[in-house]
């Protein structure tokens, strides 16, 4: 009994020792949110659990996911006019929109080209970005050039963006010797330190920790960047996206996580991916700011990603941009959608709501366009990319001895026995491989 | 001579639950002095292991600026006490905690390294790095390789507690450097002792390699050495010979050391026979050429590791030195490990690689 006074004792005196120290000793009002030392002084009953910051209720309520969705913010409709004048992002000159317009063409033809040239068996694989090209357009152009980005494997237009040359597409395709990856990966596996852009990797939404701890390190480097993590609807499934949310939120993270929220993850549709309200309403239970967008439309992708960046790098946060867009092309050469969708499907996003056609209705309706610069655009675009396609083809591929390199800083003595035994192979059944194709 | 059997009687007499000795299986830890790294006549420090630990890690942080700490608990200090007081002194910034997520770790750890800072990562117990593994392995290891060194995160290492503690069972007791050593591109460490582990984790930090650092967790406490003060390396990927021999040869790596010294002096005692006993040190990449040095001279092999045998770096050793060595050799090289079972608890006197069984071992490769 003497305990239990003694006790509660301690406890009131331990109460109103913080309660003291707190500016507001003897509030009686309750709030919503209030500091804990506010909340432990209060006369109100409010919950004081660690991190509370609600009230009590009394009655039971099973809180239902809203039916409504996050509603999708776009400026420019199907038809190219411009909805409310006023989001207009009047920074961006009318020759950059066109040079972005331009580029996206250029992205779109290569596209075909290395397709069919995969099909042809010229290269072995091949990844295609029909239909997402105002994600990469609309986010790098809001972007500094000094920003470290992130990539899935569907975002080769930032890199055409940031200068990423015909040539550096092709080389890596090809996997010759001027490829700045070595030869190393298949494909589409792009990566650029001069373009701060980081080598795509097979394995999904890996990146995304790692984008993470990367802003962590430039908010310490301070110099004003920021990162941007591209990812999928389907990626976000993988943990690694709850640990990069979460990571990014606690540690204030300046990372703007950018989903290109397709439609599909290979064949399996977003209605099979996930329960909840897209990818955007994820946001709100790490604390993120969120915003989805309509990905097809790139002024509104360059809007909101060059928001997203000013509340990063001011607030040190991170913050969650869903685009929402439509994957029109196969997942890979390795893929046909006519296996699990329909033509007619398919056809409204490559003929109606597509961006480049979306982006061309503007331009033509400010006069900035028209059918003879569409026709000479497509004949130099297919011109310049058959021409880095045969340069490329006809390059050698690495030394083969690159075989051995940068599996640590130098090499092992491990590694220098194998290549020993490789060359002595090689010497002896040399007509058993494709040596020629390699640089000696 | 510390005997870490009467370091148990004292704990369990008055503080039973910090007791970290294994019992029945218990073994002697013998300090070395600076000499043993070069360092005669160094200043130094009386520091057990996890000491050492902060030791190293705060002389990491005071020479390299973009260094940070982080893991679960690592702010307080850790729940072995690996990390106390670097936060106070470097800020909260620099030493953090970070969300319950080892995938989260170690991938945030391969940014903050891609991105040019140094990253010091805790695993708080080894048996749960593997929500890391696909981080680890298809990641961290492959940065620099896949990328035509345009990227890399050497700057990363990975620290976790490993190994049998008496009491530890599944999931605290686990020793996982086989999964890694299987993945080109990771440097794996694991040191026996304080004095060399301030030194290889100082390597492992400053090498340009992703690192996983393994720390014999029941030596935390009981391993107490005089450490030099200063900042001193101990290069990676170098065996050593810890006790000269030329009968047989005896390799392992973290507490094992300790169990084959005691196992070369019965040796010695009941046997007459001379025990190279060889500190492996780094599991990779391995310094196959100090084991095949010492096996072409000494014929014999016994390698013991606390791992399950099925698949442990044991298979690796005994492989390639048999083909080394297989002139050499005369009699099978032996393997004394952990049984193929998950770690028990009650039952981890019988499990591991007591001295008993690798002085039998030893005895039967001598009779061969």
């Known amino acids: 009994m003497a305990a239990s006074l003694a006790r509660r004792a301690a406890s009131t005196l331990w109460r109103n020792h913080l309660c003291m120290r707190s500016s507001n000793f003897g509030v009686h009002r309750t709030s919503v949110y209030l500091p804990i030392?506010?909340?432990?002084?209060?006369?109100?009953?409010?919950?004081?659990?660690?991190?509370?910051?609600?009230?009590?209720?009394?009655?039971?309520n099973m809180m239902r996911p809203d039916e409504d969705g996050i509603a999708v913010y776009r400026i420019m409709d199907k038809s190219g006019d411009i909805i409310n004048k006023d989001e207009f992002p009047n920074d961006l000159q009318q020759s950059e929109i066109v040079h972005m317009y331009r580029n996206m063409v250029l992205l779109s033809t290569m596209d075909k080209i290395m397709y069919d040239s995969q099909r042809q068996g010229r290269i072995s694989f091949y990844m295609t970005n029909y239909g997402e090209e105002a994600t990469h357009f609309g986010s790098a152009a809001a972007l500094d050039a000094g920003d470290l980005a992130f990539g899935q494997y569907r975002e080769a237009g930032v890199l055409l963006y940031r200068g990423f040359t015909l040539d550096d597409f092709m080389n890596q395709c090809y996997a010759n010797v001027l490829d700045a990856g070595k030869g190393k990966q298949m494909p589409v596996h792009y990566g650029s330190r001069n373009l701060n852009f980081v080598t795509i990797s097979s394995p999904l939404a890996t990146q995304m920790p790692?984008?993470?701890g990367a802003a962590y390190a430039l908010k310490r480097r301070g110099d004003g960047k920021c990162v941007i993590c591209y990812f999928g609807d389907g990626a976000a499934s993988e943990g690694d996206a709850h640990a990069a949310f979460n990571f990014a939120a606690t540690l204030s993270a300046p990372i703007i996580f950018f989903c290109r929220n397709n439609g599909y993850a290979i064949s399996t549709p977003t209605s099979e991916q996930y329960k909840g309200d897209g990818i955007?309403?994820?946001?709100?239970?790490?604390?993120?700011?969120s915003v989805r967008v309509d990905g097809n439309d790139i002024f509104a992708v360059y809007v909101a990603t060059k928001e997203a960046r000013r509340i990063a790098l001011e607030e040190n946060k991170p913050v969650l941009v869903e685009a929402m867009t439509y994957r029109v092309g196969h997942h890979s050469t390795s893929d046909d959608w006519s296996a699990y969708r329909s033509a007619d499907?398919?056809?409204?996003?490559?003929?109606?709501?597509?961006?480049?056609?979306?982006?061309?209705?503007?331009?033509?309706?400010q006069g900035l366009w028209n059918d003879?610069?569409?026709?000479q655009l497509k004949k130099d675009c297919r011109k310049d990319v058959m021409n880095a396609m045969k340069k490329a083809e006809k390059i050698q591929k690495p030394n083969l001895y690159e075989i051995f390199t940068d599996v640590y800083d130098d090499m092992p003595q491990i590694l220098k026995d194998q290549q020993r035994q490789l060359e002595e192979h090689l010497h002896n059944y040399k007509n058993e491989y494709p040596v020629d194709r390699f640089q000696s | 001579m510390l005997s870490v059997r009467n370091i148990a009687v004292k704990l369990n007499t008055w503080r039973p639950l910090l007791s970290c000795v294994r019992n029945a299986s218990s073994f002697?830890?013998?300090?070395?002095d600076a000499s043993s790294v070069g360092l005669q006549g160094a200043e130094t420090n009386k520091l057990n292991l996890f000491q050492s630990l902060t030791n190293a890690m705060d002389i990491a942080m005071g020479s390299d600026p973009s260094a940070v700490i982080f893991g679960e608990d690592v702010a307080f200090g850790g729940v072995f006490r690996c990390t106390l007081g670097l936060a106070d002194k470097y800020g909260k910034d620099r030493v953090f905690n970070t969300p319950l997520c080892e995938q989260g770790i170690a991938g945030f750890g391969i940014g903050l390294a891609a991105a040019g800072a140094t990253a010091i990562a805790e695993i708080q117990f080894a048996d749960y790095i593997f929500p890391a593994f696909d981080q680890i392995v298809n990641e961290a290891a492959k940065y620099r390789y896949r990328s035509g060194n345009l990227f890399d995160c050497g700057k990363l290492t990975i620290r976790t507690p490993c190994g049998a503690v008496g009491h530890g069972a599944l999931y605290h007791s686990q020793s996982p450097e086989a999964y890694f050593a299987h993945t080109p591109g990771l440097k794996v460490v694991i040191p026996r002792s304080p004095i060399q582990a301030k030194g290889l984790l100082l390597s492992c930090i400053r090498d340009p390699n992703p690192a996983i650092f393994l720390e014999p967790k029941v030596l935390y406490r009981s391993a107490v050495e005089e450490v030099p003060v200063e900042d001193y390396e101990i290069p990676l990927s170098k065996a050593e010979v810890i006790i000269k021999g030329s009968d047989i040869t005896l390799v392992g790596w973290g507490?094992?050391?300790?169990?084959?010294?005691?196992?070369?002096?019965?040796?010695?005692e009941k046997l007459g026979a001379s025990c190279e006993v060889i500190d492996l040190r780094t599991i990779l990449p391995w310094d196959y050429e100090t084991v095949v040095e010492s096996v072409k001279k000494t014929g014999r092999l016994v390698v013991s590791h606390e791992a399950p045998v099925t698949s442990g770096f044991g298979a690796e050793i005994a492989s390639t030195i048999q083909e080394q060595c297989f002139l050499s050799l005369e009699s099978p090289i032996q393997r004394v490990c952990g049984l193929d079972t998950p770690f028990p608890h009650i039952f981890e006197p019988f499990y591991i690689p007591d001295k008993w069984r690798c002085f039998d071992a030893v005895k039967k490769t001598l009779e061969f």
Not at chain 1, 44 to 59: A, R, V
Not at chain 2, 255 to 261: A, C, R
């Open chain 2, 255 to 268: 507490t094992q050391v300790h169990i084959l010294k005691e196992v070369a002096n019965m040796v010695k």
């Open chain 1, 372 to 375: 003879e610069l569409e026709s």
């Open chain 1, 210 to 212: 790692q984008a993470s």
């Open chain 2, 28 to 32: 002697v830890f013998q300090p070395e």
């Open chain 1, 280 to 289: 955007a309403s994820r946001g709100a239970g790490y604390g993120m700011v």
């Open chain 1, 37 to 60: 030392q506010k909340r432990l002084c209060s006369t109100e009953d409010i919950p004081l659990f660690p991190g509370s910051k609600s009230s009590y209720t009394s009655k039971l």
């Open chain 1, 345 to 365: 499907e398919v056809s409204h996003w490559d003929q109606i709501d597509h961006p480049i056609i979306r982006l061309r209705l503007y331009l033509q309706k």
